[in-house]
């Protein structure tokens, strides 16, 4: 079988939701030589762009993105250890969380797993966290852009605090910062000041991409 096969075959496998044979199709990629970088830039995120398209098409939905999401993780620990440091060029550094007093993390966690998948450098601060955190890890690690997630009415007037936080530090406009969540509308995000929020993980892949894109 073809480099092109292979590759083809990947983009299908997940495509389809064919999760069986799609970690064994990585590994016989890697066997035959292809490059980790070339399977991760010309397989997985090519399928990954698919089952996008299929969930803005409403022919995926949450539960299939966590599907696919857990295998993408098995993926990558196996493409890792194959990659050369050289090969690990990041796009742009991505601190996400979820906010304090909220413990909800399926949707900030399948964000990190696409934006991985996609080349970016993540930084998962977790759940339940407080505003000194994200700006301690701003301060510390310099991101291009903050990712907030709240899943509860009672718990997204926290962002607002997390970006008054941020401008007291000084670091508002060093950062782009995006929000997310069930309750989220984008008028909320206008009246406290994010720059812009997505409505769910495919639409927060593509606002980070375009983002990188104008710098």
């Not at 996008?52 to 098409?57: L, Q």
């Not at 510390?140 to 903050?146: G, N, S, T, W, Y």
């Not at 008028?187 to 406290?192: L, V």
């Amino acid at each position: 079988m073809s480099e092109t096969d292979i590759l083809n075959k990947i983009i299908n496998s997940i495509a389809n939701l064919d999760i069986q044979n799609f970690p064994k199709l990585c590994e016989e990629a890697l066997n035959k030589g292809i490059s980790p970088t070339k399977v991760i830039t010309n397989g997985l995120v090519k399928g990954l762009a698919i089952v996008g398209e299929k969930f803005e098409a409403k022919e995926y939905f949450i539960p299939e993105l966590i599907v696919i999401g857990e295998y993408v993780k098995k993926v990558m620990k196996i493409l890792k250890p194959h990659m050369k440091k050289t090969e690990m060029v990041k796009i742009g550094k991505v601190v996400i969380g979820t906010v304090q007093g909220d413990l909800h993390d399926i949707g900030k966690n399948l964000l990190k797993i696409f934006l991985e998948a996609d080349g970016f450098e993540v930084i998962d601060l977790g759940n339940d966290t407080p505003k000194e955190k994200f700006v301690e890890i701003v301060r510390k690690e310099k991101p291009l852009i903050v990712g907030m997630s709240a899943l509860t009415t009672f718990t997204m007037q926290e962002m607002e605090k997390i970006i008054e936080a941020l401008k007291e530090a000084g670091f508002r406009n060093q950062v782009k910062i995006i929000i997310g969540g069930a309750p989220i509308t984008k008028k909320f995000a206008e009246m406290i000041g994010a720059d812009d929020y997505a409505r769910d993980v495919i639409e927060g892949v593509k606002i980070c991409k375009r983002w990188m894109d104008e710098i």
